[in-house]
């Protein structure tokens, strides 16, 4: 019984230290990388202006919105990578897109981003294109539109 008192003791620390590690590493900015964390983003020139993105260590990044943007497509999820570059943050996510009504898929947007980051917000630009089911542009790129984010930050 002792045995099992130490391995679950044990098993509950390493947990615990394991996960402040991982939203120390998660949430907080690094300084070579300031933009890694979570953000709110306000995109006035999507269907759907208000956007949450997660920026990872390893230069990859997810992208989600509510599905309430578009009523013929469904688009509300996308991946990406981003770099740090020139004193900006450059990036392209990109999002498979597909017919409600039929539920086939339709194509792709790719929107591309330069931002700078100060503190826990951004400020920049973006712009999209998009493909069809053959990887062909079918519009964009559009004209870039202003593009602000605020980090998701613990009280």
């Known amino acids: 019984m002792r045995t099992h008192h130490r391995l679950a003791g044990a098993l509950f620390l390493a947990t615990v230290l394991g996960l402040s590690g991982c939203e120390e590493r998660h949430e907080s900015p690094s300084a070579a990388n300031p933009i890694i964390g979570t953000w709110i983003v306000k995109d006035p020139g999507a269907p759907f202006p208000d956007h949450m993105y997660v920026f990872n260590a390893d230069g990859t990044l997810q992208q989600a919105n509510p599905d309430a943007g578009d009523p013929r497509a469904s688009d509300s999820d996308g991946k990406g990578v981003w770099v740090a570059r020139d004193g900006s943050i450059k990036g392209k996510w990109v999002e498979i897109i597909a017919d409600r009504a039929t539920h086939k898929f339709t194509g792709r947007a790719e929107i591309s981003f330069d931002l700078k980051v100060a503190g826990d917000g951004f400020k920049g630009s973006d712009w999209a294109s998009s493909f069809d089911v053959d ?19 613990l009280p």
Not at 135 to 153: F, H, I, K, N
């Open 135 to 153: 990887g062909v542009r079918t519009d964009g790129p559009s004209a870039p539109t202003p593009l602000e984010g605020q980090r998701v930050t």
